[in-house]
């Protein structure tokens, strides 16, 4: 069950009507919490029930080591070796659900090379629903509340955190300090809430079935056979597919923030308009803001800290492992790894002129648009950026050589291919999508969406319309594709 699917919508309504109902209870937090728990572990189990046991023992142990991490005192030599083995455990299921297969394989190979026989298979391993997302929650939760954040006194409270179901899928990755808060008192519905979050769902799914699943046989088409296609399509796929990425991991977080908002709970911002971006790191701080807040804070800083003697030199190197740690958190292929490699180095001429970490204030000029040296720097951005995705979209290091050799030498004459051609409307939404997304960016919006409330209220109504239309047509009328970032 997906959050852009008719069962999920029936799904959530039934829970949001016994979320609000008018029951009697002493206690209508524990009541909520209780069901949200409930409707979480059933998400989840829909998936696979198998791993649920694994996600209450998770929650169990980790509820168990904030309090012994909070009973030994703060910072102390007892707390901190507690928060390290909670890491070690989140780092130990990330290994061998993640990762265990990765290293047999790669063993295997390397003795191939040499050729040597390794009589060892990979494993059937299942990975759980969600694991990149709340290993890492239970693992922040362990810093945090060795930092500065009090335990939880209630196991119900901290599961629900750890499980919370539009997020499960595609994050956010809530901090312990912001979400948990929310669960200790009963909600009760807000209207302003429950219409922007309705909004934003609304705005998430059209993202998602509208942009991104239309163009999925357009970019197939061109992965498919890269040696035996021009190489202007091959651009064109690569651009495509980082649009695609975009609107349907951000349509996802849309989607889940949204239902957070109907459930009077606030998850974290995942994107701000990151294809505005003057450079790769403004880029990061607006793409999956979740894990890139999360890095920062348990590795990048450390590690910053840790080589500061070393200059220029040390950020460099905070950042190389930093990046590797992100490539390798989308999955384990070696293309992962050079994509983290990828984004690292891109980072080397900013540290090396002294720009990194420099925001300047986007400007604009008389007609609503980025000045030109701005949108040059926005749109090389884009394109460093779009080659980094299509080492995201290649199975292999071979078949990712192989894309970018034909779209070197295959890229004359400029044809575009019948697929393309047909296409052509799929390169309109993107470029649509881009320009209603700037005004909101300009506007300071949370989501596109938003940008319909600056208008009258018959324009505004006509918005919502044309889109929940839509919406409607492909959520009833046409095969709807899986989520693209869940693979990773």
Same mark, same amino acid.
């Given at each position: $069950?997906?959050?852009?699917?008719?069962?999920?919508?029936?799904?959530?309504?039934?829970?949001?009507?016994?979320?609000?109902?008018?029951?009697?209870?002493?206690?209508?937090?524990?009541?909520?919490?209780?069901?949200?728990?409930?409707?979480?572990?059933?998400?989840?189990?829909?998936?696979?029930?198998?791993?649920?046991?694994?996600?209450?023992?998770?929650?169990?142990?980790?509820?168990?080591?904030?309090?012994?991490?909070?009973?030994?005192?703060?910072?102390?030599?007892?707390?901190?070796?507690?928060?390290?083995?909670?890491?070690?455990?989140?780092?130990?299921?990330?290994?061998?659900?993640?990762?265990?297969?990765?290293?047999?394989?790669?063993?295997?190979?390397?003795?191939?090379?040499?050729?040597?026989?390794?009589?060892?298979?990979?494993?059937?391993?299942?990975?759980?629903?969600?694991? /990149?997302?709340?290993?890492?929650?239970?693992? /922040?939760?362990?810093?945090?509340?060795?930092?500065?954040?009090?335990?939880?006194?209630?196991?119900?409270? =901290?599961?629900?955190?750890?499980?919370?179901?539009?997020?499960?899928?595609?994050?956010?990755?809530?901090?312990?300090?912001?979400?948990?808060?929310?669960?200790? /008192?009963?909600?009760? =519905?807000?209207?302003?809430?429950? &219409?922007?979050?309705?909004?934003?769902?609304?705005?998430?799914?059209?993202?998602?079935?509208?942009?991104?699943?239309?163009?999925?046989?357009?970019?197939?088409?061109?992965?498919?056979?890269?040696?035996?296609?021009?190489?202007?399509?091959?651009?064109?796929?690569?651009?495509?597919?980082?649009?695609?990425?975009?609107?349907?991991?951000?349509?996802?977080?849309? $989607?889940?923030?949204?239902?957070?908002?109907?459930?009077?709970?606030?998850?974290?911002?995942?994107?701000?308009?990151?294809?505005?971006?003057?450079?790769?790191?403004?880029?990061?701080?607006?793409?999956?803001?979740?894990?890139?807040?999360?890095?920062?804070?348990?590795?990048?800083?450390?590690?910053?800290?840790?080589?500061?003697?070393?200059?220029?030199?040390?950020?460099?190197?905070?950042?190389?492992?930093?990046?590797?740690? &992100?490539?390798?958190?989308?999955?384990?292929?070696?293309?992962?790894?050079?994509?983290? &490699?990828?984004?690292?180095?891109?980072?080397?001429?900013?540290?090396?002129?002294?720009?990194?970490?420099?925001?300047?204030?986007?400007?604009?000029? /008389?007609?609503?648009?980025?000045?030109?040296?701005?949108?040059?720097?926005?749109?090389?951005?884009?394109?460093?950026?779009?080659?980094? $995705?299509?080492?995201?979209?290649?199975?292999?290091?071979?078949?990712?050589?192989?894309?970018?050799?034909?779209?070197?030498?295959?890229?004359?004459?400029?044809?575009?291919?019948?697929?393309?051609?047909?296409?052509?409307?799929?390169?309109?939404?993107?470029?649509?999508?881009?320009?209603?997304?700037?005004?909101?960016?300009?506007?300071?919006?949370?989501?596109?969406?938003?940008? !319909?409330?600056?208008?009258?209220?018959?324009?505004?109504?006509?918005?919502?319309?044309?889109?929940?239309?839509?919406?409607? !047509?492909?959520?009833?009328?046409?095969?709807?594709?899986?989520?693209?970032?869940?693979?990773?």
């Amino acid at each position: $069950m997906t959050l852009h699917s008719l069962p999920f919508i029936a799904f959530f309504s039934a829970v949001f009507l016994l979320y609000y109902a008018p029951f009697r209870f002493r206690d209508k937090a524990l009541y909520q919490n209780v069901l949200l728990l409930t409707v979480s572990y059933l998400f989840y189990g829909l998936v696979n029930w198998k791993m649920i046991p694994l996600l209450i023992a998770a929650s169990a142990v980790y509820y168990a080591l904030g309090i012994a991490i909070a009973d030994a005192g703060e910072s102390s030599r007892k707390a901190n070796m507690f928060a390290a083995l909670g890491a070690c455990i989140g780092i130990a299921l990330l290994l061998y659900f993640k990762y265990l297969n990765f290293f047999i394989t790669s063993f295997i190979d390397l003795c191939k090379l040499f050729g040597l026989r390794a009589n060892i298979h990979t494993l059937h391993i299942m990975m759980p629903l969600g694991l /990149s997302f709340w290993t890492f929650k239970l693992m /922040s939760y362990c810093f945090e509340v060795r930092d500065k954040t009090a335990p939880v006194r209630g196991l119900i409270p =901290f599961a629900v955190y750890v499980a919370f179901f539009p997020a499960m899928t595609a994050g956010p990755i809530d901090r312990p300090d912001k979400f948990i808060p929310q669960l200790r /008192s009963e909600r009760t =519905f807000d209207y302003g809430l429950g &219409v922007d979050g309705a909004r934003q769902m609304v705005w998430g799914m059209f993202k998602k079935l509208v942009i991104a699943d239309r163009f999925t046989i357009t970019i197939d088409n061109a992965w498919s056979v890269p040696l035996e296609t021009a190489g202007v399509n091959l651009l064109i796929a690569a651009f495509l597919f980082s649009v695609q990425l975009y609107a349907d991991f951000s349509g996802y977080s849309d $989607m889940a923030i949204g239902a957070g908002k109907l459930l009077a709970l606030k998850t974290a911002k995942n994107f701000n308009y990151p294809f505005f971006a003057r450079n790769i790191a403004e880029f990061w701080r607006n793409w999956h803001i979740s894990l890139t807040s999360w890095l920062t804070d348990y590795v990048f800083m450390p590690l910053h800290d840790h080589f500061r003697a070393w200059g220029k030199a040390g950020v460099m190197l905070a950042i190389g492992i930093n990046f590797l740690l &992100v490539g390798l958190w989308h999955g384990a292929n070696w293309t992962f790894v050079a994509l983290g &490699v990828y984004h690292g180095v891109l980072y080397i001429p900013l540290i090396a002129s002294g720009s990194f970490g420099r925001i300047p204030k986007h400007r604009v000029n /008389s007609i609503g648009f980025p000045p030109l040296k701005d949108a040059l720097r926005m749109l090389l951005t884009f394109t460093l950026v779009t080659f980094g $995705m299509v080492i995201l979209r290649a199975h292999s290091i071979s078949l990712w050589l192989e894309y970018l050799r034909a779209l070197v030498f295959n890229f004359f004459p400029l044809s575009l291919s019948p697929a393309m051609v047909q296409g052509e409307t799929r390169i309109l939404a993107s470029v649509a999508l881009l320009f209603v997304e700037w005004f909101s960016f300009r506007y300071k919006m949370e989501y596109a969406l938003c940008l !319909a409330t600056k208008f009258n209220r018959v324009c505004r109504y006509a918005a919502y319309v044309l889109i929940a239309v839509l919406v409607s !047509a492909y959520l009833f009328g046409a095969d709807t594709q899986e989520f693209v970032y869940q693979q990773f």
